[in-house]
């Protein structure tokens, strides 16, 4: 682990370093592993078809890539990484929850199920665009109806791929 950072800093020294995300777990990881970043939220439309991408992670692949590359575009003089999560059950991509009833229907599709999180970065880095996912098998408890009210009341869910998040 701490080979990559010295990896990472030595290929990158020098350079800026901006987070393309608000997301508060986003920027905790980049500082837990040492990474000194801006934190530059970008503005791309997560709204790409995804009936157009042959795998989900392609799909996550590519919303990351517009999410840095849209930063980029503005911070050339920087390294921008960009990332994207998103839920996979039944080979179904589960983004965000919009609201309370949405939210309750990924949980109750979730509880009791093995499903996958599959996150794409991207980073932006002179010419250059590297890309990679990371795919994770997770196996969800059942939940009953009172332990989705109590977490739903929570206000968690809402800014979670699959309405949860767990790191």
């Known amino acids: 682990f701490e080979a990559r950072i010295v990896a990472m800093e030595s290929l990158f020294g020098g350079y800026r370093i901006i987070l393309a995300s608000s997301s508060p777990r986003r920027r905790a990881l980049i ?29 996550v692949i590519a919303t990351a890539k517009g999410k840095a590359c849209e930063v980029f575009d503005e911070n050339k003089d920087a390294v921008v990484i960009g990332a994207d999560t998103v839920v996979v059950i039944d080979n179904k991509i589960l983004e965000k929850p919009k609201d309370t009833e949405s939210a309750r229907t990924m949980l109750s599709a979730l509880s009791g199920s093995v499903h996958h999180v599959i996150t794409g970065v991207c980073i932006c880095y002179k010419d250059s665009k590297y890309t990679f996912h990371v795919e994770t098998e997770v196996k969800l408890i059942k939940l009953s109806e009172e332990m989705i009210d109590w977490y739903l009341g929570t206000k968690e869910p809402f800014d979670k791929a699959g309405g949860y998040g767990t790191q």
């Open 31 to 59: 500082q837990q592993i040492g990474i000194k970043a801006e934190i530059i939220p970008s503005k791309f439309e997560e709204n790409l078809p995804k009936s157009s991408f042959p795998r989900p992670a392609d799909y």
